[in-house]
Nanobody, 125 residues
Framework: VQLQASGGGLVQAGGSLRLSCAAS????????MGWFRQAPGKEREFVSA?????????YYADSVKGRFTMSGDNAKKMVFLQMNSLKPEDTAVYYC??????????????????WGQGTLVTVSS
């Protein structure tokens, strides 16, 4: 199975972008999908996660809470990240990831089994 992230681009501060992540290949059995990002010279960090089926509960890093919204379609194995009020510090390569079983450590990238290739988001000031 592969994850394909898309939707990145260049946007001015205060603008919006919507990222998408689609799974292809064999059916992806997953209870958890997440978004992570990595800025130049920095470590990868957690952005958001969604838990299925549990009513699609979502979790966010404090730095994006209130500005980013994660949603998804479990049947289609797609997730989205609506990013509003973007700031220059949101500039990073954004990755989607999937894990078969939910974990309370959803914020740790190391627990995810499958990763997408990343999509670059650049926010200009």
């Amino acid at each position: 199975v592969q994850l394909q992230a898309s939707g990145g681009g260049l946007v001015q501060a205060g603008g919006s972008l919507r990222l998408s992540c689609a799974a292809s290949g064999r059916a992806l059995s997953t209870d958890a999908m997440g978004w992570f990002r990595q800025a130049p010279g920095k470590e990868r960090e957690f952005v958001s996660a969604i838990r299925w089926p549990m009513g699609k509960r979502t979790y966010y890093a404090d730095s994006v809470k209130g500005r980013f919204t994660m949603s998804g379609d479990n049947a289609k194995k797609m997730v989205f990240l609506q990013m509003n009020s973007l700031k220059p510090e949101d500039t990073a390569v954004y990755y989607c990831a999937a894990r078969q079983y939910w974990s309370v450590q959803y914020y740790r990238g190391s627990i995810y089994d499958t990763w997408g290739q990343g999509t670059l988001v650049t926010v200009s000031s």
